[in-house]
Structures are given as C-alpha cells and as structure tokens.
Nanobody
Framework: QVRLVESGGGLVQTGGSLRLSCGAS????????MGWYRQAPGKQRELVAT???????NYIDSVKGRFTISRDNAKNTVYLQMNSLKPEDTAVYYC?????????WGQGTQVTVSS
C-alpha cells in the first residue's frame, strides 16, 4: 500500500510560480513511476506530467517549457515546479502512482491562478 500526500498549492497571480510536493509512504518509492494529474471544475481529470523510476519525464503540450517534474528518492518525494502560471492552470492537482496492480491517489491540492 502507498499513501500519497500533496502540498504546496495556493493562490497565485498570472505569471507566478508554485512548487507542488507529493510525499509517498513505503520503501519502494524509487521503483515507482509517478504522475501529476489535474482536474478543473467541470472537466475531466487529465495527466499533466510523469516521471519514471530512472528519471525520464513526459509532459502534456500545454505545460511544456513551464512545468518541471522531478523526484528525490531519498525523501520519497516527487515535485512539480510550475512557472509562468496561467488562469487555465487552475485546478486541483493530484499525485498518482501504480504499485502491484493498484492505483493510488493523493487527496489533491488546489492551485488557483488569478488573472
């Protein structure tokens, strides 16, 4: 079982930055691929960025060049650095992983970008 806890959300103006963190329980973190998703009001949850166990990353087109996903295996933590934020980035951001054929989600952290 994996417990995920996000933090770092908040209210920021357009063009600002936030760094989200997601702490994971257990001692298998370094073997897990991790992802950040987001869900805006009235919209489906969408995958924003992923990072594999060996550090390979992938992003949706709308955040490329603005967001950076990274991980610190010593701290069992994955990060999402968000720069040049736009109002359309407003959403609840969730951390995600899969382990032993189960999918795990954090509770989410709200990011609000004011125009």
């Amino acid at each position: 079982q994996v417990r995920l806890v996000e933090s770092g959300g908040g209210l920021v103006q357009t063009g600002g930055s936030l760094r989200l963190s997601c702490g994971a329980s257990g001692n298998a973190f370094s073997f897990l691929a991790m992802g950040w998703y987001r869900q805006a009001p009235g919209k489906q949850r969408e995958l924003v960025a992923t990072i594999t166990s060996d550090g390979s990353t992938n992003y949706i087109d709308s955040v490329k060049g603005r967001f950076t996903i990274s991980r610190d295996n010593a701290k069992n933590t994955v990060y999402l650095q968000m720069n040049s934020l736009k109002p359309e980035d407003t959403a609840v951001y969730y951390c995600n992983t899969e382990s032993q054929w189960r999918t795990y989600w954090g509770q989410g952290t709200q990011v609000t970008v004011s125009s």
